[in-house]
């Protein structure tokens, strides 16, 4: 027996986005990830597009309240994350933009 994976054991996610693709081909164009590590997880990934992050969230009935939402770079990038179990796999929809730090009115420090 073989601890490799084949192509085929990556079907899963490879068919939720062959899916999508037909679903949902007007939404905006994500990054798209699979991998050997995770192969029942399809990646849905949004850089400086959380517009189109909502609209995938929407199409894919994931509800507001389950978005988790972070901060990293030292605060520098808000990340929301959402999941959801869809036509046999897991689909992993991220999201990163920049956080503008507010501009201060007068000069005041």
């Given at each position: 027996?073989?601890?490799?994976?084949?192509?085929?054991?990556?079907?899963?996610?490879?068919?939720?986005?062959?899916?999508?693709?037909?679903?949902?081909?007007?939404?905006?164009?994500?990054?798209?990830?699979?991998?050997?590590?995770?192969?029942?997880?399809?990646?849905?990934?949004?850089?400086?597009?959380l517009?189109?992050?909502?609209?995938?969230?929407?199409?894919?009935?994931?509800?507001?309240?389950?978005?988790?939402?972070?901060?990293?770079?030292?605060?520098q990038?808000?990340?929301?994350?959402?999941?959801?179990?869809?036509?046999?796999?897991?689909?992993?929809?991220?999201?990163?933009?920049?956080?503008?730090?507010?501009?201060?009115?007068?000069?005041?420090?």
């Amino acid at each position: 027996m073989s601890d490799t994976l084949t192509l085929d054991d990556l079907a899963a996610p490879l068919r939720t986005l062959r899916l999508l693709t037909v679903d949902f081909g007007h939404l905006p164009a994500p990054t798209v990830h699979v991998t050997t590590i995770y192969p029942e997880r399809l990646e849905l990934t949004f850089y400086d597009d959380l517009t189109g992050f909502e609209m995938w969230r929407e199409a894919l009935g994931i509800v507001s309240d389950v978005v988790t939402y972070r901060e990293q770079n030292d605060g520098q990038t808000g990340v929301l994350h959402a999941s959801v179990d869809h036509a046999g796999a897991t689909v992993h929809l991220m999201g990163y933009a920049d956080i503008v730090a507010p501009a201060l009115v007068g000069g005041a420090a």
